[in-house]
């Protein structure tokens, strides 16, 4: 309501009542200007009135909530379900513009705000979360794998020569593929073994370099946030390494912005050499749907140009999701959740190696690691190579979710190209391991319910293996082998299902 309603109102409520109304309303549009005027991610977090409010005045701002409107042209944001309707707040035109994701849309001055604000709002986040001189960024409606192949898809144009990226390993398929799909064949540096720790290996990077030719080069495409006992890359010797060959560096921080460490790692990369872009997941690091990715970077006109690579209009769903988080949390808020990311990592990282010693296993030895940690599965891994598998089953049948088990020689085909060890980033890590990572969100009573489940599983492979091999299973080849792992993984979790409590 405006001056004239209130006016309007006083003739039919008191006017005091009326003008204190009238107050409470300012407030919130104080809220409002302050975002709009500075652009920043407020402290506090907002009520979800003032949200509520914002968003409805940004709908009605879109031709499609005008009231007067009469549309003639092929995309009008004719939305045939109310509940589409209100999913979306009514904001139903996207964002962007033909051409250029970040671009006005005439149709839409609403959404077109909406974007503006969103990418201002998460640029002043990552800033926060230790990278202060990023210049510019902007919110895609693809998550991080598409996301790298749109970077990829860039830098094809400024570097025609190119056709390879070099990429140290990292077994994440998308990862992989986020290169193939752009049309360039990854040179895949394997990593070393430094301790437990499997860490960049940058003479190997150099020497490919030297041995295709820098031009031949698309880009260093390295990692952040990784699966233990893979570690981020050497970013800054990475970024040193692109600068002195003139070689563009883009890094996959995929669940990066929740920690400070991989944070700062680009900001010193970016410092002391060459970082092009980076990109992150919306729903890894924001605790929202899947779908969404920020691509940021420190020179303002390569972001601009990747924006502008984007073929077409697109959705608004994971901006506008982002932007009702963060108002949400506030910056404070986001704080809080970083700080008590950082304490449920050292709680795990307790736990685990408590119960790892319990069981004459070891906590890999991973500091650099700042997310995932690793616990040796030496004692199945040498009984049964598929007992190490199947405690992966038994933990998911037990609603552990997120664990991850690597037994040792998986041999996987990704797009033409075979990795050995695959899942271990490593042709041949020393032994089998189990994951376990602490993410933005995770609470004291996760950890302690998967610390009791896994407990409970590992016992009972333990138990059941010593039975087994106290008769050993002989296999028609007259080896001594898994002959009956099939039946004893049903009869395992079936027991496991009787004593769930
Ligand atoms: C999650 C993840 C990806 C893939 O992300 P999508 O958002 O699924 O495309 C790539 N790399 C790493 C390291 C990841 O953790």
Not at 27 to 43: A, F, N, T, Y
Request: glycine fraction near 6%; proline fraction near 4%.
């Amino acid at each position: 309501m405006n001056r004239d309603a209130f006016a309007a109102g006083e003739r039919l409520v008191s006017p005091a009542y009326v003008r204190q109304g009238c107050e409470a309303r300012r407030s919130h549009e104080h809220l409002v200007r302050q975002l709009l005027e500075k652009g920043k991610c407020p402290e506090d977090g907002w009520d979800e009135s003032t949200l509520e409010l914002f968003l409805h005045e940004l709908a009605v701002m879109d031709s499609n909530n005008f009231l007067g409107n009469c549309g003639v042209g092929e995309r009008e944001g004719r939305v045939a379900s109310a509940l589409v309707a209100r999913r979306h707040y009514r904001l139903i035109h996207g964002i962007g513009r033909s051409g250029d994701i970040s671009a006005v849309q005439p149709k839409a001055a609403g959404s077109s705000l909406l974007n503006k604000i969103t990418n201002s709002l998460v640029l002043d986040i990552l800033k926060l979360a230790g990278v202060p001189t990023v210049a510019n960024c902007f919110v895609v409606p693809m998550a991080t794998g598409m996301s790298l192949t749109l970077c990829f898809l860039t830098l094809r144009h400024k570097r025609p020569k190119a056709k390879y990226i070099i990429w140290p390993r990292i077994d994440q398929k998308s990862c992989f593929k986020s290169m193939i799909t752009a049309g360039f064949e990854p040179v895949v540096i394997e990593n070393v073994l430094e301790g437990d720790e499997l860490r960049t290996d940058l003479q190997a990077v150099e020497a490919r370099i030297r041995e295709l030719g820098p031009d031949s080069v698309l880009c260093v495409h390295s990692t952040t946030s990784c699966f233990a006992p893979r570690v981020p890359d050497k970013l800054e010797e990475l970024a040193v390494i692109c600068a002195n060959y003139g070689i563009p560096h883009v890094v996959n921080n995929a669940y990066g912005v929740q920690s400070s460490k991989c944070m700062h790692l680009i900001q010193q990369g970016a410092r002391v050499g060459r970082i092009d872009a980076f990109v992150q997941s919306l729903d890894k690091n924001f605790m929202v749907p899947v779908g969404g990715a920020i691509i940021a970077g420190f020179n303002d006109a390569f972001i601009q140009e990747i924006s502008k690579m984007y073929p077409g209009r697109a959705s608004a769903s994971p901006s506008l999701d982002v932007l009702i988080t963060l108002l949400t949390l506030g910056s404070n808020g986001y704080k809080k959740l970083l700080k008590e990311r950082k304490e449920m990592f050292l709680y795990l990282s307790s736990q685990l190696k408590k119960l790892a010693e319990a069981c004459s296993e070891r906590l890999l030895h991973t500091p650099h690691n700042p997310i995932s940690l690793a616990m040796t599965l030496k004692m199945l891994d040498a009984r049964h190579d598929k007992a190490v598998t199947q405690l992966g089953s038994m933990l998911f049948t037990r609603q552990v979710s997120g664990a991850r088990v690597v037994s040792l020689g998986f041999v996987q085909t990704v797009s033409g190209h075979i990795f050995r060890g695959f899942m271990s980033h490593s042709n041949d890590y020393p032994c089998a391991y189990l994951n376990a990572a602490a993410a933005i969100g995770m609470k004291t009573q996760d950890v302690d319910l998967f610390i009791k489940r896994l407990d409970k599983c590992l016992k009972t492979v333990r138990k059941e293996q010593s039975k087994e091999s106290d008769v050993p299973a002989v296999d028609n080849d007259g080896k001594t082998g898994n002959v009956d792992i099939e039946e004893t993984t049903l009869k395992l979790d079936n027991v496991l299902l009787d004593t769930s409590s």
